[in-house]
């Protein structure tokens, strides 16, 4: 903790300046000013991160550059009668029958497979994902009081550092009003000093 120890000059349990609808109508605008003159892109102009990988710079430059993404194309699980009555127009026409069948054969694999399994991997899913919320939440928890108990040790740092401020302050001040009341005084002795120096 104290090597990451900050001093910081802001006091705001003791300094009430932004209390003030002035002052803080002005700091409002002065935040507007900066704000205005900010124009972060969302995204980087470069796709230096993606030098390596092919697939990623061109769907990043399609984000970037707003197109919508392409329609899937499901032309290639229709099955369709050949287009002539040629050995290769037929021959293609039955490996595509045998894909889309292999295809529906993989499918009912995985249903019946959902329909043994499903229920109990969801389950599991589930109580993990109940242990993650409840660990997340106890986490947030101890946070949240990290957080207060780090508020009320600055409170209190502060508000003791205001009474010392305080302190300072007013002997300051008399420190001041007595230096004044020293000067008038040197001013009163040098003017009764000429006085006798001239009457001689």
């Given at each position: 903790?104290?090597?990451?120890?900050?001093?910081?000059?802001?006091l705001?349990?003791?300094?009430?300046?932004?209390?003030?609808p002035?002052?803080?109508?002005?700091?409002?605008?002065?935040?507007?000013?900066?704000?205005?003159?900010?124009?972060?892109?969302?995204?980087?102009?470069?796709?230096?991160?993606?030098?390596s990988n092919?697939?990623?710079?061109?769907?990043?430059?399609r984000?970037?550059?707003?197109?919508?993404?392409?329609?899937?194309d499901?032309?290639?699980?229709n099955?369709?009668?050949?287009?002539?009555?040629?050995?290769?127009?037929?021959?293609?026409?039955?490996?595509?029958?045998?894909?889309?069948?292999?295809?529906?054969t993989?499918?009912?694999?995985?249903?019946?497979?959902?329909?043994?399994?499903?229920?109990?991997?969801?389950k599991?899913s589930?109580?993990?994902?109940?242990?993650?919320l409840?660990?997340?939440?106890?986490?947030t928890?101890?946070?949240?009081?990290?957080g207060?108990?780090?508020?009320?040790?600055?409170?209190?740092?502060?508000?003791?550092?205001?009474?010392?401020?305080?302190?300072?302050?007013?002997?300051?001040?008399?420190?001041?009003?007595r230096?004044?009341e020293?000067?008038?005084?040197?001013g009163?002795?040098q003017?009764?000093?000429?006085?006798?120096?001239?009457?001689?």
């Amino acid at each position: 903790m104290d090597s990451q120890h900050v001093t910081l000059d802001s006091l705001p349990y003791i300094d009430k300046e932004y209390d003030d609808p002035a002052t803080r109508e002005h700091v409002l605008g002065l935040i507007q000013e900066e704000m205005a003159q900010m124009s972060p892109p969302l995204m980087p102009k470069s796709a230096h991160i993606f030098k390596s990988n092919d697939t990623l710079r061109k769907e990043y430059e399609r984000v970037r550059s707003g197109h919508s993404l392409p329609l899937f194309d499901t032309t290639r699980y229709n099955i369709s009668a050949p287009t002539s009555d040629t050995a290769s127009a037929w021959q293609q026409a039955s490996n595509n029958a045998a894909s889309q069948l292999e295809h529906q054969t993989t499918r009912i694999d995985n249903l019946e497979l959902l329909q043994n399994f499903g229920a109990q991997a969801w389950k599991l899913s589930n109580h993990q994902k109940e242990q993650l919320l409840s660990s997340i939440e106890n986490r947030t928890q101890k946070l949240r009081e990290e957080g207060v108990h780090v508020n009320k040790a600055r409170k209190y740092e502060q508000t003791e550092a205001g009474v010392r401020l305080s302190e300072l302050e007013e002997r300051w001040s008399d420190g001041v009003r007595r230096c004044v009341e020293i000067q008038v005084a040197c001013g009163r002795l040098q003017q009764e000093i000429n006085v006798l120096e001239t009457s001689k």
